[in-house]
């Protein structure tokens, strides 16, 4: 046994709509010592991710559902501290999928761990806006949705990571980009700071008609974050010839059955000239990985492209946060800072 405890957050029940006390409870464990060929993570930095909800449900889906009794899943930040591999060093800085805890036993042959070379970049962004999120937000945008200069593209949950990129991508491109955001300071950051030419609060009423005045000629790519009510009225001012690359649907993730919710699918197949749409997961382009991280993560070095975060302190305080986030409390990239 090594001097470490390890703090971990388990899913002990799967939460039957919203996450309720006692379905991700903390547990103290000793680490134990490491074998030839792996690695010990101290984890400094937690992302906590929309998509962790799904997770938690017995449904199967393009990832296996998390087990019970296991740690919940999720990308991380940490510093190397102890190594029986000469592939990993003390003091590396890596992501992994370590899951919610404090310290994370990793092979020398998992996939999906990178080094991280900030050069300046915070550690936190590798999981945020030059991380999964920013790059769902990149190629989701360009590859699927192939914006061209001078179409207008809108995308909700405007403020977070993924919408943040969406919509400072589509303006480097020319684009005219408009934001949804639940509130007006949202709204505001958004065009004032993000750059965007226009963003409407979804959660002030009349949203048909103040999309209709911000989108003058209509919309050619809808980037799909939310579903629900947003998505119908999307719905009714997509161009011929528009695209919606189906990146997820927040708004039903909190569903007791998910199953039975109308999607985005139900939607716009349901249109007489429906938008060119797929689901897309950001492991696609897992080839480009490392190109793509580069290409943020300079975008933040340089100051062009902007983002806000949410910070949690401690690992105590991520089911909160995680439960907030699925509500729009989170103003930005939601993380939980574990260690420095
Ligand atoms: N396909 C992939 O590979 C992939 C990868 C990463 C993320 N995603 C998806 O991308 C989307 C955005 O992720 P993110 O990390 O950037 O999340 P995020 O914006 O940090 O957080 C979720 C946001 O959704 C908004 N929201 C919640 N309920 C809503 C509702 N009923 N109607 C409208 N908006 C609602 C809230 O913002 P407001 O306060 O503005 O409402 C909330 O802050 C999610 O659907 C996620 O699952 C997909």
Redesign the pocket.
């Known amino acids: 046994m090594t001097q470490y405890q390890n703090r971990s957050i388990v899913l002990s029940k799967r939460p039957q709509g919203e996450l309720q006390d006692g379905d991700l409870t903390l547990e103290t464990n000793p680490v134990r010592e490491l074998k030839d060929g792996e690695f010990l993570i101290q984890v400094l930095w937690l992302s906590l ?3 962790m909800r ?1 997770r938690m449900n017995d449904t199967e889906s393009y990832v296996d559902p998390v087990a019970i009794g296991a740690v919940m899943a999720g990308e991380t930040v940490g510093r190397v501290i102890a190594s029986k591999t000469p592939k990993y060093s003390v003091g590396d800085i890596v992501t992994s999928y370590s899951g919610w805890q404090e310290y994370y036993i990793a092979n020398e042959n998992e996939a999906m761990i990178y080094t991280v070379q900030p050069d300046g970049v915070p550690l936190q962004a590798f999981l945020g806006v030059a991380g ?2 920013g790059r ?2 990149y190629c ?1 945008l360009t590859y699927v949705g192939k914006p061209k200069a001078g179409e207008t593209v809108v995308v ?9 990129v969406v919509g400072q991508t589509a303006k480097q491109l020319g684009c005219r980009a408009v934001g ?4 007006p300071e ?1 709204c505001r950051y958004v065009v004032e700071e993000l750059g965007f030419d226009d963003c409407i609060d ?2 002030q009423g009349n949203l048909l008609e103040n999309l209709k005045s911000a989108c003058p000629k209509g919309i050619d790519v809808y980037f ?7 998505t119908k009225a999307v719905a009714q001012l997509l161009n011929k010839g528009s695209r919606a690359p ?6 039903a ?1 909190n569903s007791e059955d998910i199953g039975k919710v109308e999607t985005p699918f139900h939607i716009f197949g349901a249109l007489a000239e429906p938008p060119e749409h797929r ?5 696609e382009w897992q080839d480009q990985h490392q190109e793509l991280t580069k290409l943020l993560a300079e975008q933040v070095r340089s100051g062009q492209l902007k983002y806000r975060e949410s910070v949690a302190e401690g690992l105590e305080n991520a089911v909160d946060a995680f439960k907030g ?10 993380l939980v800072h574990i260690a420095d």
């Open positions: 991710d929309p998509y799904p999964m999120p769902t937000g989701g909700a949950a405007a403020s977070g990571p993924v919408g943040t949804i955001a639940g509130g949202k979804y959660k799909e974050n939310v579903g629900g009510e947003v189906i990146c997820g649907y927040v708004s993730y689901f897309f997961v950001v492991t986030m699925l509500k729009g409390k989170n103003f930005g990239k939601q």
